[in-house]
C-alpha cells in the first residue's frame, strides 16, 4: 500500500501559478505510476494529468496540456504538479492518485488518493 498526502493548494489570482506536492510513504513509489484528479464544487472528479513510475512519459487532460505539468522525483517519495496561468474554473480540490502498472485516463482504475488540496482561484 501507499499513503498519498498533498500540499500547495492555496488561493491565487487568475494568471498566476501554483506547485502542488504529492508525498508517499513506503519504499516501493518507483513502482506506481502517478497522477492528479480534480473535483470543483458540484461536478464529478476530472483527470488532470499522469505520469509513469520512471517519470519519461506522462499524460494530460487535453484542455490543460501547455499550462500544467507533472513530474516526480522518486529519490523523494514526491510528485508536482505545476500550474500556470491559472484560470477561475481551475478551482477544485486537486487529488493525487497511484496505481501499480501504467495509467489511465480514467480516474475510477486508480487505486490509492490522498485527501487533496484545495486551489482557488479568484478572478
Known sequence: QVQLVESGGGLVQAGG???????ASGRTFSTYA?????QAPGKEREFVAAI??????TSYADSLKGRFTISRDNAKNTMYLQMNSLKPEDTAVYHCAARSGTYYKDWSLWDYWGQGTQVTVSS
Open 17 to 23: 501559478s501554483l506547485r502542488l506536492s504529492c508525498a
Open 52 to 57: 509513469r513510475m520512471s517519470g519519461r512519459s
Open 34 to 38: 502517478m497522477g492528479w484528479v480534480r
